[in-house]
Nanobody, 121 residues
Framework: QVQLVESGGGLVQPGGSLTLSCSAS????????MGWYRQAPGKQRESVATITNTDRSNIAASVKGRFTISKDDAKKTVYLHMNDLRSEDTAVYYC???????????????WGQGTQVTVFT
C-alpha cells in the first residue's frame, strides 16, 4: 500500500510564497516520477510541475519563472516552491507519483488527497 501525504497549503496574499511537500510511504521499490497537478473550481485538473528519477523536470508555462520543483530521494519527498502567487493560482493542488512497488511489476500511478492553496486580496 502506497500513500502520498501532502502538506503546506494555505492562504496567501498575491505576491506571496508557499512551499508544498508530498511524501510517499509504503511498499516502494522505486519512484519514476513525482509531480504536482492542480484543479481550480470549474476547471480540469492540469499539470503544474513534474520531476523524474533522473532529475528531468517539466514546468507548466503558466507558472514558469515563479514555481520550481525539487525532490529529496532519501525522504521520498517532492516539493513545489511557489513564488509570486497570483489569484489564478488558487486551486486544490494534488501530488502525483509513478511508483514501482516491486519488480517485475510495472509502475502504478498514485494521487494524494489534495491541499488547498488560496491566493486572496
Amino acid at each position: 500500500q502506497v500513500q502520498l501525504v501532502e502538506s503546506g497549503g494555505g492562504l496567501v496574499q498575491p505576491g506571496g510564497s508557499l512551499t508544498l511537500s508530498c511524501s510517499a510511504s509504503g511498499t516502494i521499490f522505486g519512484i519514476n516520477e513525482m509531480g504536482w497537478y492542480r484543479q481550480a473550481p470549474g476547471k480540469q485538473r492540469e499539470s503544474v510541475a513534474t520531476i523524474t528519477n533522473t532529475d528531468r523536470s517539466n514546468i507548466a508555462a503558466s507558472v514558469k519563472g515563479r514555481f520550481t520543483i525539487s525532490k529529496d530521494d532519501a525522504k521520498k519527498t517532492v516539493y513545489l516552491h511557489m513564488n509570486d502567487l497570483r489569484s489564478e493560482d488558487t486551486a486544490v493542488y494534488y501530488c502525483n507519483a509513478h511508483i514501482v512497488v516491486r519488480i517485475p511489476y510495472p509502475e502504478s500511478e498514485y494521487w494524494g488527497q489534495g491541499t488547498q492553496v488560496t491566493v486572496f486580496t
